[in-house]
């Protein structure tokens, strides 16, 4: 395996580590209109996530920074086709961390209420956008020879790339219910643990959809009929999806949230895997397509960088296991009275 392929490969793993790990907590900070009936139902959902959500974007700040220096021809074009989307998208996360820190700077309910929307929509569209992003991706951008993108923020909203968002979403969503019906006690338990059921045939259903439309909408199925064998990664994604109700019906919460995380990670490959060898394909013309071979760093950058990940990405995943560990029991009540707390 060439160096170019690691990488495509890391660059998609990193990405499925952010949605899988930032994904609970878009999903909790969704909910929070919704699930969170009283100032204090509001707190318990906002600690939940609260000592682990920042460490889980360090993952969106490695998968960028990969994009940049792995394959820096991408990330002009990505950063430059999709500037809209892409600015929207930090904002709303700028607006979101500094909601939970404001939140409780001034003992006000509109200033609260004023947060907490803010909580919510820095979740929501971020959750949105990455799936019309990646959707589009899937179907392939309007880049031109030169790597000029041909459309507008209005060419993105397509069906394909709007099925793509509704997918992430309702994923995010239902990742963020289970976390809150295993890290917290009481009506917000109940609540996510309801939510959990009524949301799940809505999910399935849209998983499905995409499944189809990416049929007629991509040629994601090319690699996989090439070699059938990775037919396998969308097995393991119904295996996960499937084993939700399953895992939540018998009381195993733990193993039902890890089964969403399995569902996250083989919805993220299978796109991957059919982009091969694209990592930004053209809808124009695919020869305008920018590939692992055509967009990649010198060998050298690679092989650096390669060196410098070995190293340092088992210290972060032993950094957020230990921080999960430490936060392991769920939140109630009596834990907000914490000076920490949110």
């Known amino acids: 395996m060439d160096l170019q392929t ?3 490969l890391l660059w998609g793993l990193l990405w499925a580590v952010f949605f899988l790990t930032d994904g609970f907590d878009f999903g909790v900070g969704t909910l929070l209109p919704f699930l969170g009936k009283t100032d204090e139902d509001r707190r318990i959902m906002l600690n939940s996530v609260g000592p682990v959500w920042d460490g889980n974007e360090v993952w969106l ?8 220096a792995a394959f820096p021809k991408v990330y002009a074009v990505m950063f430059s086709s999709l500037y809209s989307a892409l600015m929207l998208i930090l904002f709303t996360l700028i607006i979101r961390g500094v909601s939970f820190e404001f939140r409780g700077k001034v003992d006000s309910p509109r200033w609260r209420q004023a947060w907490d929307t803010a909580q919510f929509l820095g979740s929501l569209l971020p959750a949105v956008l990455f799936g019309v992003a990646f959707a589009n991706i899937f179907r392939g951008i309007p880049i031109d020879k030169a790597g000029v993108y041909q459309g507008n923020l209005f060419t993105l909203l397509n069906p394909y790339g709007l099925l793509g968002g509704a997918l992430f979403l309702l994923m995010f969503v239902m990742h963020g219910a ?4 295993m890290k917290t006690t009481g009506a917000v338990k109940e609540r996510a643990a309801a939510t959990v059921k009524r949301l799940w045939p809505a999910l399935a259903l849209v998983a499905v959809i995409f499944l189809v439309a990416s049929r007629f909408s991509t040629t994601l199925y090319a690699n996989y009929i090439r070699h059938p064998a990775l037919f396998l990664v969308i ?4 295996a996960g999806l499937l084993a939700i109700p399953f895992f939540q019906k018998n009381g195993k919460l733990f193993y039902a949230w890890v089964s969403s995380a399995v569902f996250i990670a083989g919805a993220t490959f299978f796109g991957v895997i059919g982009l091969f060898p694209y990592l930004f394909p053209s809808s ?3 020869a305008f397509g920018l590939s692992i ?3 990649s760093s010198s ?3 690679l092989k650096i960088m390669l060196v410098v990940v070995l190293l340092f990405i088992p210290l972060v995943i032993a950094y957020q296991i230990w921080s999960h560990r430490l936060f392991r029991h769920p939140i109630g009540e009596e834990d907000l009275g914490y000076e920490e707390a949110y």
């Open 235 to 238: 097995l393991l994604a119904v």
């Open 178 to 181: 289970l976390w809150l019906s």
């Open 61 to 68: 700040i490695t998968a960028g920074g990969v994009t940049f």
């Open 284 to 286: 124009i013309d695919p």
């Open 299 to 301: 060998p050298l950058t």
């Open 293 to 295: 071979h055509n967009a």
């Open 6 to 8: 690691v990488w495509f």
